[in-house]
Each structure stands twice: as structure tokens, then as C-alpha cells.
């Protein structure tokens, strides 16, 4: 049974996920696309705007497909992680709930991606059909590397945004 619960929440989770990604790269599903979401970033700081929305777009769109297809685990979780915890920290904080635009959804969603990175994606995924699992060195390595890169990048960002315009 752990196995299907594992496949309900990546396939759940991850395609959702997907879907936010899309709409951020590619407009669909109502979304803006790259160019509006570019301008969206900017205006909360996020310089270059291109830049964080390929990277906001790219972590939800290729995190949320490798988390529902179980595939290279546990890269999915790990670039969910690091958008996820932008999104909380550098959009949606102090606000707990989503109607009050809180973070109440990216936090969902990043347990949800914990809890299977740390898990593994369970039988029913194509990591267990094809042994494509990333190995435990290489997936300690990834986690400090997102880590650290996420603290660096927002660290940057917030530099940036904090400079008076010229």
C-alpha cells in the first residue's frame, strides 16, 4: 500500500506541479508565459526577470514531470525544493493562507516532495521498472548543491533588488 500512496502523491503532486510550470514557460493552461512572468518577477525584485522565471518555470515544469514519472529520483524532489522554498520565502511570506496570498500551497508542495525524496518514488515508478535512481552519493551531493545554490541565487537577487535604480 505504501507504493500506491507513493504513486497518488508524485502523479498528483507532480503533474500539478508540471502544470504550473507550463503556464509559467509556455502559457498554457491560462497561464502568462515567459515574457509576462519575466515582468511579473521583476516587479517583486527578481533581476533578470527572464532569468527567474526560466528557472521558477523550468524547476516546477521538469521537477513536477520527473516526481510524477519516478524517473532519476530524487532530482524531481530535489528542483520542486528549491521553488518551493523561493516561492514561500521570497513570494508568499509572512502570509500563512493561500486566499490572503500565503504560503499554505508551496509548503504543501514541498512536503509532498520531501517526503518522497526521502521516501524514493516507491515501486510503481520507472526508477524501480528501469534502476534509474540517482545513487545515494550523488543525491547527497545534489541536495547540498540545490541548497547552496538556492541561498547564493536568492542571496544575489535580494542584493539586487535592494539597490536604488539609477
Not at 508524485?10 to 493552461?29: D, E, I, Y
Not at 551531493?141 to 535580494?158: H, I, P, Q
Request: with cysteine; proline share 5%; glycine share 14%.
Amino acid at each position: 500500500m505504501t507504493d500506491l500512496a507513493l504513486l497518488v502523491l508524485r502523479l498528483v503532486t507532480g503533474l500539478l506541479l508540471a502544470g504550473h510550470g507550463a503556464q509559467k514557460l509556455f502559457g498554457w493552461f491560462g497561464g502568462h508565459g515567459l515574457a509576462r512572468t519575466a515582468g511579473w518577477l521583476e516587479s517583486l525584485g527578481f533581476r533578470p526577470g527572464r532569468l527567474w522565471a526560466l528557472l521558477a518555470g523550468g524547476c516546477e515544469f521538469f521537477g513536477g514531470l520527473l516526481l510524477a514519472l519516478g524517473l532519476f529520483s530524487p532530482a524531481g524532489p530535489l528542483l520542486i525544493t528549491a521553488a518551493m522554498l523561493t516561492a514561500i520565502f521570497k513570494v508568499h511570506w509572512p502570509k500563512l493562507w493561500v486566499t490572503q496570498g500565503g504560503f499554505e500551497l508551496p509548503l504543501t508542495n514541498l512536503a509532498v516532495a520531501a517526503a518522497v525524496g526521502l521516501a524514493g518514488p516507491g515501486a510503481y515508478s520507472l526508477d524501480a521498472l528501469w534502476g534509474t535512481a540517482l545513487p545515494p552519493e550523488v543525491a547527497r551531493w545534489g541536495v547540498l548543491l540545490v541548497l547552496a545554490g538556492w541561498v547564493m541565487a536568492l542571496l544575489a537577487s535580494s542584493r539586487r533588488s535592494a539597490q536604488p535604480a539609477a
